[in-house]
């Protein structure tokens, strides 16, 4: 079974530091990445995805993925964070099922807090 | 536009009582409907999914069941609730090729 891992569950960070939080999954067949960010109060909302192309991914807000096959990893990454990036960060991965239908896997989650 | 509706918002429920969560998407056909708890701590956590009207895959077993009545209907449904059940229930939809999930606002049910 697929399972995807998030290895920093809470990350604390000053305004204008980088972030970079950590993704890794299982599966070795096609996948399809992303990740979800959910602000304090709100919905869970897509921040970026990866199908297939370029590995580097841009996402909303200034966030971007990388898509590195060999490791099983697609961190996510964003150089200057804001107060308003303090939020749950969530990545997530689907691998196909036999019968054609998508499986999704979510890994447990980071929760972010930036400081300003 | 797509839209999602889940209902209610937030719930308080006795054990051993039943429980009925909606879910239903608009502007959309033959979504891929899908059901997950989030509990803090230990992310999200897949129950059910459905690839079409009374196809109801389980992902975890436990003390909840899904339906689909309709196309752009699921269901969450108990029929006697326990402590354990307590949590945020989310619904979400995808459509065809995968684009990623659009989630609903979600369910907090507290069961005392």
């Known amino acids: 079974a697929q399972s995807v891992s998030q290895h920093n569950h809470h990350v604390i960070l000053s305004e204008a530091a980088s972030l970079e939080l950590g993704c890794n999954y299982s599966?070795?067949?096609?996948?399809?990445l992303f990740w979800y960010v959910q602000y304090p109060g709100q919905h869970l909302q897509l921040l970026l995805k990866?199908?297939?192309?370029?590995?580097l991914v841009k996402g909303i807000k200034g966030f971007e993925a990388e898509f590195i096959k060999s490791k099983f990893s697609f961190n996510l990454r964003k150089p200057s964070v804001q107060w308003s990036d303090t939020a749950e960060y969530f990545c997530?991965?689907?691998?196909?099922?036999?019968?054609?239908?998508?499986?999704?896997?979510f890994g447990r989650g980071t929760s972010l807090i930036v400081h300003p | 536009s797509q839209t999602i509706h889940q209902w209610p918002a937030t719930l308080v429920q006795p054990v051993g009582s039943p429980l009925s969560l909606e879910c239903t998407v608009e502007g959309t056909s033959n979504p891929n409907l899908y059901w997950y708890r989030q509990a803090a701590g230990r992310g999200l956590q897949l129950l059910f999914y459905?690839?079409?009207?009374?196809?109801i895959s389980s992902e975890v077993p436990q003390n909840l069941s899904a339906s689909r009545p309709q196309d752009r209907q699921f269901i969450l449904s108990s029929k006697k609730l326990l402590l354990s059940d307590s949590g945020f229930y989310l619904c979400a939809w995808t459509g065809p090729g995968d684009y990623g999930y659009t989630f609903g606002s979600g369910t907090r049910l507290t069961v005392v």
């Open positions: 459905s690839v079409g009207i009374g196809q």
């Open positions: 997530a991965v689907n691998s196909r099922a036999s019968g054609g239908s998508y499986i999704p896997t």
């Open positions: 599966y070795g067949g096609t996948v399809n």
């Open positions: 990866y199908f297939s192309g370029d590995p």
